[in-house]
């Protein structure tokens, strides 16, 4: 799923090419991609783009008129920049939205289809898609610790809650929590004062960073290998990879559609964190240790607890 240094990103390009353009015509090709019905989607052809935005993790439209178009690209939505009056893919094609300048399409891969369109008549409209989370980059520490503290879960879980914490998902949270040396396990009723303040910092330096080295990557061009996995990242996707602080292999807890990947050596005191269905599957012979999992990985048994 984008997330806030994409989502930024996409907003930046976007506005490049559309700003003060009128958009003249919106074509669906899956009807049910649009969410909304009141104001109609006919109401946006002719007005003029007054800016672009992102609220959370969607990508936000201003219109003359006080009218928004907001879209929410979920896990595999995507967005595409086209010379003028581009067909819509059949396979991926959700909508198109054509301006002078080019066409904008939005594109969604895989069978599941979650991702939305909706139009909204004033701010107050688009609030309702505000999920309330705060904003970590333009956050004090103060609002942060109300915010992780709000309710006790796990780190991972509360920086992915878009009512704490707005744009972060899957994929920079693991890498937020890598880089503060927290384990994604460890409830937020028992991290320190220290370590919150630890964690605002990396996570602000985190998002920006990775901001910036998209914007640098991306240049003048569209955005159009938008993914969750990135070859500079530390844990996100790089499983049994060594962890490029310390060299130990990266492990993962998959839970549900989602995992975490962490290092234990760097976040976890070297313990291995149970996996929902693989612990559940070896029972007492989960290796609880980097040395029990590489014994296992070299096929060799571990000692008797």
């Known amino acids: 799923m984008p997330e806030l240094p994409d989502v930024e990103v996409?907003?930046?390009?976007?506005?490049?090419?559309?700003?003060?353009?009128?958009?003249?015509?919106?074509?669906?090709?899956?009807?049910?991609?649009?969410?909304s019905v009141d104001p109609p989607l006919a109401s946006v052809e002719g007005r003029t783009v007054c800016g672009v935005e992102r609220l959370g993790k969607r990508v936000v439209i201003g219109?003359?008129?006080?009218?928004?178009?907001?879209?929410?690209?979920?896990?595999?939505?995507?967005?595409?920049?086209?010379?003028?009056?581009?067909?819509?893919?059949?396979?991926?094609?959700?909508?198109?939205?054509?301006?002078p300048s080019g066409t904008l399409l939005l594109t969604e891969a895989g069978s599941i289809k979650r991702a939305a369109l909706h139009v909204a008549a004033g701010r107050a409209a688009l609030r309702q898609h505000d999920r309330?989370?705060?904003e970590v980059l333009s956050s004090d520490l103060h609002a942060f610790r109300?915010?992780?503290?709000?309710?006790?879960?796990?780190?991972?879980?509360?920086?992915?809650?878009?009512?704490?914490?707005?744009?972060?998902?899957?994929?920079?949270?693991?890498?937020?929590?890598?880089?503060?040396?927290?384990?994604?396990?460890?409830?937020?009723?028992?991290?320190?004062?220290?370590?919150?303040?630890?964690?605002h910092e990396t996570a602000r330096t985190t998002l920006r960073a990775w901001t910036e080295r998209l914007r640098r990557e991306t240049g003048d061009r569209f955005p159009e290998t938008v993914t969750a996995f990135h070859p500079g990242m530390a844990v996100h996707g790089r499983y049994g990879k060594p962890c490029p602080s310390c060299g130990s292999p990266v492990q993962r807890i998959v839970?549900?559609?989602?995992?975490?990947?962490?290092?234990?050596?760097?976040?976890?005191?070297?313990?291995?964190?149970?996996?929902?269905?693989?612990?559940?599957?070896?029972?007492?012979?989960?290796?609880?240790?980097?040395?029990?999992?590489?014994?296992?990985?070299?096929?060799?048994?571990?000692p008797e607890r």
């Open 10 to 35: 996409y907003v930046e390009c976007l506005a490049a090419r559309v700003a003060g353009q009128p958009v003249e015509r919106v074509r669906l090709l899956r009807p049910f991609v649009l969410r």
């Open 132 to 134: 309330g989370g705060l």
């Open 255 to 302: 839970y549900a559609s989602n995992e975490s990947n962490y290092c234990p050596a760097c976040q976890t005191g070297g313990k291995l964190l149970a996996d929902r269905a693989m612990s559940r599957l070896l029972g007492s012979d989960w290796p609880r240790s980097l040395d029990e999992w590489e014994t296992m990985k070299e096929g060799r048994s571990v």
């Open 146 to 199: 109300a915010a992780l503290r709000r309710e006790n879960h796990t780190l991972k879980r509360s920086l992915t809650d878009p009512r704490l914490f707005s744009g972060i998902g899957n994929a920079y949270s693991d890498e937020i929590l890598h880089a503060a040396g927290l384990s994604p396990l460890k409830l937020t009723s028992r991290v320190t004062e220290a370590e919150i303040s630890r964690l």
């Open 63 to 99: 219109l003359a008129g006080d009218l928004f178009l907001v879209l929410h690209l979920m896990i595999a939505g995507r967005l595409r920049w086209r010379d003028r009056g581009t067909r819509i893919p059949r396979k991926l094609g959700l909508a198109a939205f054509d301006f």
